[in-house]
């Protein structure tokens, strides 16, 4: 089976700006999940989507916001990009079965100036 | 609140040799899994172990192995015969059971090794 993927790679914005950042689960998963990860702050969950519904959400503002659709491809967003958004947005999907363990994409590193 | 803790930075291993990260977690939970990621420079997280709570029987995954001390909440990973590849920073991670896609990451092992 093929892996996650992510895309873009890499990216850089203006502040000011929005993004948005793609994820294709591994074939067969349906849930998706979106972390953040910065040096100071280490990895830090954003949300989780499942079957196109956020069932969970983690501590970030609402400028932070994600979709599912209905192939369990997922998009997360950034509105109003600012200088601490700069970070690497990991996606992982999960079977969602007894193990509850979840499969890393890539990446993407966004880069705000 | 639960949390994970690696208590180690940094640590460094001589190729061929067996290195112990370690990992505390907090919870009152009852039903968990425990996770170990590795994380290569520049490259992509990858599963390395898991272990369900409910098992007393430690994990083992080739040369990676777990010991998993439920009432003192510890979850350390051993590496026997180190390999150059095995460098890498080392996550361990937490998810409680009817948790949706929450995993509680550790802040990480940055794991070296000497040729």
């Known amino acids: 089976k093929a892996g996650v993927t992510q895309t873009p790679r890499y990216l850089i914005k203006t502040r000011g700006q929005q993004v948005t950042l793609s994820c294709s689960p591994i074939?067969?998963?349906?849930?998706v999940s979106w972390y953040q990860q910065t040096p100071g702050q280490g990895l830090q969950f954003l949300f989780e989507?499942?079957?196109?519904?956020?069932?969970n959400k983690g501590n970030f503002p609402g400028r932070f916001s994600g979709r599912q659709f209905s192939n369990s491809r997922s998009e997360m967003n950034v509105s109003t990009l600012e200088l601490g958004d700069s970070a690497l947005y990991l996606c992982?999907?999960?079977?969602?079965?007894?193990?509850?363990?979840?499969?890393f994409g890539p990446g993407t590193r966004l880069t705000v100036t | 609140a639960q949390t994970v803790t690696q208590s180690q930075p940094e640590m460094s291993v001589q190729e061929a040799e067996t290195v112990t990260l370690s990992c505390t977690y907090d919870?009152?939970?009852?039903?968990?899994?425990l996770f170990w990621y590795k994380q290569p420079p520049s490259r992509q997280m990858i599963l390395v172990i898991r272990?369900?709570?409910?098992?007393?029987q430690n994990a083992t995954e080739n040369r990676f192995s777990v010991n998993f001390q439920k009432a003192a909440k510890s979850f350390s990973l051993k590496i026997s015969d180190s390999q150059l590849g095995d460098a890498a920073m080392y996550f361990c991670?937490?998810?409680?059971?009817?948790?949706?896609?929450?995993?509680?990451f550790g802040k990480g092992t940055k794991l070296s090794v000497k040729p």
């Open positions: 272990q369900e709570a409910y098992k007393q």
């Open positions: 919870t009152s939970e009852s039903d968990y899994y």
């Open positions: 992982a999907s999960s079977f969602y079965g007894s193990s509850y363990e979840q499969y």
């Open positions: 991670a937490y998810i409680y059971g009817g948790s949706q896609g929450n995993l509680i």
């Open positions: 074939s067969g998963h349906r849930s």
């Open positions: 989507y499942f079957s196109e519904t956020q069932r």
